[in-house]
């Protein structure tokens, strides 16, 4: 997958692209991540990308110009890629928007700064709004991490152990059972015996019973969707 990454702060990237499995999966060229500053798209000397807002209020607002320009230029490298915004009023991400985007083979992702970005470059150049969640942060870099971990962790040959994804949190619409490991005792407390009898379909059993459990104490929206009661009767 080749992702474009637009950003006023591109530095903020550096650790997370040079660890871990996305360093792997650059160095593989399972995956290519570049950078496009949009404040090199504004006009100089100041290269000024925001501005006061029309209609008044606290805060700056994103410029238009730079933010088009940057993004048709970034369509010039990646021209089948999808534009995403990042953004608090975005459709919340899932674990199943992240399978869908993980089969694209192209990205572009746009991270806002200060109130957010006018209103017209989003309607000429961007294809979806995602959200991270229902919280402020200070600009889209970090929901683009975000995004980009858990898309690129689903696409094959990132991950070492592929089998995991299969049976992990929201794959079947629960959350997963607790894990253990060695010590089997520590600080007094055991491991469930069913972990260390060696009876794989009984372990199987009660692996989806605690994912049951779990998802109802903690996740009560996600238990009361049909599609799990039903697994769970
Ligand atoms: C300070 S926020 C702007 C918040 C905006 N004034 C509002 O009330 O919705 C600046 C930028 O951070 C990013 N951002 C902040 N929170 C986010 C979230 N929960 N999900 C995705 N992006 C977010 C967006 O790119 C946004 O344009």
Redesign the pocket.
């Known amino acids: 997958m080749k992702i474009e990454i637009l950003t006023i702060f591109p530095e903020i990237f550096s650790g997370f692209l040079s660890s871990s499995l996305i360093k792997k999966g650059i160095q593989k060229e399972d995956l290519s991540i570049s950078f496009t500053n949009f404040r090199s798209f504004a006009e100089p000397p100041h290269n000024k990308v925001d501005d006061t807002p029309y209609g008044g209020g606290a805060?700056m607002v994103?410029k238009p110009e730079p933010i088009v320009a940057a993004i048709e230029s970034a369509k010039k490298k990646l021209p089948d890629a999808k534009v995403i915004?990042?953004?608090?009023?975005?459709e919340p991400?899932t674990q199943h928007k992240a399978k869908k985007l993980s089969s694209l083979p192209e990205l572009i992702l746009?991270?806002?700064?200060?109130?957010?970005?006018d209103q017209r470059a989003i309607d000429l150049v961007v294809d979806e709004e995602?959200?991270?969640?229902?919280?402020?942060?200070?600009?889209?870099e970090i929901?683009a991490m975000a995004l980009i971990e858990a898309v690129t962790r689903l696409i094959p040959g990132i991950l070492g152990n592929e089998e995991s994804i299969l049976h992990e949190s929201f794959a079947d619409g629960l959350l997963e059972a607790p894990h253990y490991t060695r010590p089997a005792e520590f600080r007094g407390a055991g491991v469930p015996e069913v972990l260390l009898s060696g009876d794989h379909k009984e372990i199987k059993l009660w692996r989806a019973e605690q994912g049951l459990k779990l998802t109802q104490s903690r996740r009560p929206d996600l238990y009361s969707k049909k599609d799990v009661q039903k697994k769970g009767s």
């Open positions: 805060g994103m915004l990042l953004s608090p009023s975005g991400f746009l991270c806002g700064r200060y109130e957010g970005i995602i959200s991270i969640g229902d919280y402020v942060l200070m600009g889209g929901p």
